[in-house]
């Protein structure tokens, strides 16, 4: 699925060493230091592996997250939090501040349950972490409200076009595709609205994005709904139908070009290169001069001047968050381990010295050569 989807640039994480000289009295905790630097440093090289596998990535962050649930939460498993839960400080560059052609039914349900699992990543965050910040997050960074519903909703999308692309190959009623279309469309017309408030000099080019996919399916939705109305032999509504496909199409067209030439953050991709948009075009086109064409010779209804409303459902196939939870505490954490870790010793912080602000590297991304398009097939 060369060049459809807008990705935002990987982000980047400043180096955490784990070392609490003076803190750390024993092996235990010497250990589980250890191992959070060895797991962490395991997980930031598969995000730039292109050998890595969604299990790889599961069993990697499993591995550093069930080290790091001993900084989170108490033993006991009670509500309260470890004593260490404010001795690590995290940095990292913020979204806004700071791909292969076609590919295989086993592939596109490897993307299409990724893209669910990471919705419920950036669900449990928003519901479950991001109140317990010591600082709120400021306007326009990654852990603000806004950002994290726009990623939660963008997932969700995107897992529903792989869902789109799928009803298309396996040739299922217009009726169930333009209904998935038209949630789709609703889907990106929310992410953008979660985004309008920020400051454009940061948001263009992520909502351009947003606004050109809402555009997209909304055409794909008229122009399967003007086929459910052609079969119904409602000839005249279905021509209006088509021509509101062709002006969502032509939008979406325009806001590409525009796409392409607002500056911000993320790789530009071409949307309006990509075989599945051009073929949309083309569907429309032919659509239209058929119903037209029976228009003439058979039905010779009116066409209305309003376009029929999209009051469409899908009853299958819309894509909701999966559950996530973090991996149980790793069982290298004992209360000995704990207790070996003393926050009498912590150095103080000298306030009266300023510290220069720490710059986070951005990741250095492998240099993926696009293939031939051959469109956003699933086999």
């Given at each position: 699925?060369?060049?459809?989807?807008?990705?935002n640039?990987?982000?980047?994480?400043?180096?955490?060493?784990?070392?609490?000289?003076?803190?750390?009295?024993?092996?235990?905790?010497?250990k589980?230091?250890?191992?959070?630097?060895?797991?962490?440093?395991?997980?930031?090289?598969?995000?730039?592996?292109?050998?890595?596998?969604?299990?790889?990535?599961?069993?990697?962050?499993?591995?550093?997250?069930?080290?790091?649930q001993?900084?989170i939460?108490?033993?006991?498993?009670?509500?309260?939090?470890?004593?260490?839960?404010?001795?690590?400080?995290?940095?990292?560059?913020?979204?806004?501040?700071?791909?292969?052609?076609?590919?295989?039914?086993?592939?596109?349900?490897e993307?299409?349950?990724?893209?669910k699992?990471?919705?419920?990543?950036?669900?449990?965050l928003?519901?479950?972490?991001?109140?317990?910040?010591?600082?709120?997050a400021?306007?326009?960074?990654?852990?603000?409200?806004?950002?994290?519903?726009?990623?939660?909703?963008?997932?969700?999308?995107?897992?529903?076009?792989?869902?789109?692309?799928?009803?298309?190959?396996?040739?299922?009623?217009?009726?169930?595709i333009?209904?998935l279309?038209?949630?789709?469309?609703?889907?990106?017309?929310?992410?953008?609205h979660?985004?309008?408030?920020?400051?454009?000099?940061?948001?263009?080019?992520?909502?351009?994005?947003?606004?050109?996919?809402?555009?997209?399916?909304?055409?794909?939705?008229?122009?399967?709904?003007?086929?459910?109305?052609?079969a119904?032999d409602?000839?005249?509504?279905?021509?209006?139908?088509?021509?509101?496909?062709?002006?969502?199409?032509?939008?979406a067209e325009?806001?590409?070009?525009?796409?392409?030439?607002?500056k911000?953050?993320?790789?530009?991709?071409?949307?309006?290169?990509?075989?599945?948009f051009?073929?949309?075009?083309?569907?429309?086109?032919?659509?239209?001069?058929?119903?037209?064409?029976?228009?003439?010779?058979?039905?010779?209804?009116?066409?209305?001047?309003?376009?029929?409303?999209?009051?469409?459902?899908?009853?299958?196939?819309?894509v909701?968050?999966v559950p996530?939870?973090?991996p149980?505490?790793?069982?290298?954490?004992t209360?000995?381990?704990?207790?070996?870790?003393?926050?009498t010793?912590?150095p103080?912080?000298?306030?009266?010295?300023?510290?220069p602000?720490?710059?986070?590297?951005?990741?250095?991304?492998?240099d993926?050569?696009?293939?031939?398009?051959?469109?956003?097939?699933?086999?």
């Amino acid at each position: 699925m060369t060049h459809w989807f807008h990705r935002n640039p990987l982000k980047a994480t400043a180096p955490v060493p784990f070392n609490y000289y003076g803190v750390v009295t024993g092996p235990a905790a010497s250990k589980i230091c250890s191992d959070l630097r060895s797991s962490r440093a395991r997980l930031l090289e598969l995000f730039t592996d292109l050998n890595c596998n969604p299990q790889m990535m599961k069993n990697a962050a499993d591995s550093y997250f069930s080290l790091l649930q001993g900084f989170i939460n108490s033993l006991d498993e009670s509500t309260q939090e470890s004593k260490l839960r404010y001795i690590q400080n995290f940095k990292w560059t913020d979204t806004l501040q700071g791909q292969v052609p076609s590919i295989t039914e086993d592939e596109a349900k490897e993307v299409h349950r990724s893209l669910k699992i990471a919705a419920g990543i950036f669900k449990h965050l928003k519901e479950s972490h991001i109140p317990k910040l010591i600082t709120p997050a400021e306007k326009g960074r990654d852990l603000e409200a806004r950002l994290i519903e726009a990623y939660i909703i963008q997932c969700q999308a995107e897992a529903q076009e792989v869902t789109i692309a799928r009803a298309i190959e396996l040739k299922h009623a217009p009726v169930l595709i333009a209904a998935l279309a038209y949630e789709t469309a609703n889907f990106y017309q929310k992410a953008d609205h979660a985004l309008s408030s920020l400051e454009p000099a940061y948001s263009a080019k992520w909502r351009k994005y947003l606004h050109l996919k809402m555009c997209f399916y909304t055409a794909y939705a008229y122009c399967y709904h003007g086929q459910t109305l052609l079969a119904s032999d409602k000839c005249g509504e279905a021509i209006r139908s088509l021509q509101e496909a062709e002006k969502f199409y032509a939008k979406a067209e325009a806001l590409c070009k525009e796409y392409g030439e607002t500056k911000g953050p993320g790789p530009t991709v071409k949307p309006s290169g990509h075989l599945f948009f051009r073929k949309l075009g083309n569907l429309v086109k032919n659509t239209l001069e058929k119903c037209q064409r029976e228009n003439g010779f058979i039905y010779f209804q009116k066409v209305p001047t309003e376009a029929p409303q999209l009051e469409l459902k899908a009853v299958y196939g819309l894509v909701e968050p999966v559950p996530f939870e973090f991996p149980p505490t790793s069982m290298h954490w004992t209360p000995e381990t704990l207790a070996a870790f003393d926050l009498t010793q912590r150095p103080k912080d000298d306030s009266a010295k300023p510290k220069p602000e720490e710059v986070v590297k951005p990741v250095k991304e492998p240099d993926i050569k696009p293939q031939k398009d051959t469109g956003c097939y699933i086999s």
